[in-house]
């Protein structure tokens, strides 16, 4: 018998995760996923509410013998109530034995994956003279994707917007360098790389917004039903997604065009991991707007579950579960 399994609270999360190891961790996963060395069907939603749904997220990486599986509760009136929109736990098992190794709050990991994924979108995508960044929105996402996009660019300016201005306020004040834009068009306006981290579920950005030669990385919106982005930006740009079954089913940016006829699946370009495997072409000129849409992987998750569950195991950190 190995050791008893663990649970590890947020605060051991944040405790083991080094945000740079987690970049290069996510650009591995990715790769692998697009590479078919991962097993990963497209997560299972229930819904629960208008807007809200629970969701079951189950991955083998075997490379990592990561093995696991992610729940998680999309809630977005928990923002009223003063309690996070995402909530999830994530359990971890060995993927040589099956033996159940562990249990972790996957709230933080979901915040970190996520930035850590589009930060490894913008490493492939986006220019290497990007200096200027625009954020929409104001929340726990904006928070992360700053701090994962300052690891792998040379920023000089960040403006960020939100439609609630004492949350712009509060976030900019919080974070030393970010100017509060006076509009979500002034954020985005000759901003190199534009990060939509909202929960508008209508589109919050236009494509006339957007400067030839941007980077987009869009996070919300990802039932098929939601849509953030203008259709014209989307048609407009070289698409990129973390899962192309995922984005064909889930992504409503990408669903609802399609249905309409505005493109076909095809304009799918790559996914990402495609991209980061030499597979498929990223950027293909300096004036090309880039468009990375996160939907956010099961092995994304348990790849980052692995990674903070070894590196508790070497720092006796979590608690052991009784038998």
Known sequence: ?????????????????????????MESALAAFSAQAVVQP???????????????????????????????????ANAARALHTHLAAIAL????????????????????????ASAVSARHLARPEA???GILGSGVQAASHLAALRRVLALQEVRAWS?????????????PGVCAAPSAEAAVRGADVVVVATTAVTP??????????????ALGACRPTQQELD????????????????????????????????????HVAAELGEVIGGVKAGRT?????????????????????????????????GQELAE
């Open 1 to 25: 018998m190995g050791p008893m399994a663990l649970w590890l609270n947020e605060a051991d999360v944040r405790a083991v995760l080094d945000p740079g190891e987690l970049i290069g961790a």
């Open 42 to 76: 497209v997560r299972t939603a229930l819904e629960i509410a208008d807007r809200s749904f629970f969701a079951v997220m189950p991955a083998l990486y075997p490379e990592r013998r990561a093995l696991g599986a992610k729940l998680v509760t999309v809630v977005p």
């Open 93 to 116: 098992f060995d993927a040589e034995t099956g033996e159940f190794l562990a249990m972790l709050d996957g709230r933080y990991i979901t915040e970190v994956r996520t930035a850590a």
């Open 131 to 133: 200096r200027v960044l």
């Open 163 to 175: 439609p609630t201005r004492e949350n712009l306020l509060r976030f900019a004040a919080a974070h």
């Open 204 to 217: 919050a950005v236009r494509s006339e917004w957007v400067s030839d030669g941007a980077h987009v990385i």
């Open 231 to 266: 259709p014209e930006l989307v048609a407009r740009a070289r698409l990129v997604v973390d899962s192309r079954a995922a984005a064909l089913q889930e992504a409503g940016d990408i669903v609802q065009p399609i249905r309409e006829g505005c493109f076909s699946a095809e």
């Open 285 to 317: 000129s300096g004036e090309q707007v880039t468009l990375f849409k996160s939907l956010g992987l099961a092995v994304e998750d348990v790849t980052a579950a692995a990674l903070a569950y070894r590196r508790a195991r070497e720092r006796g950190l």
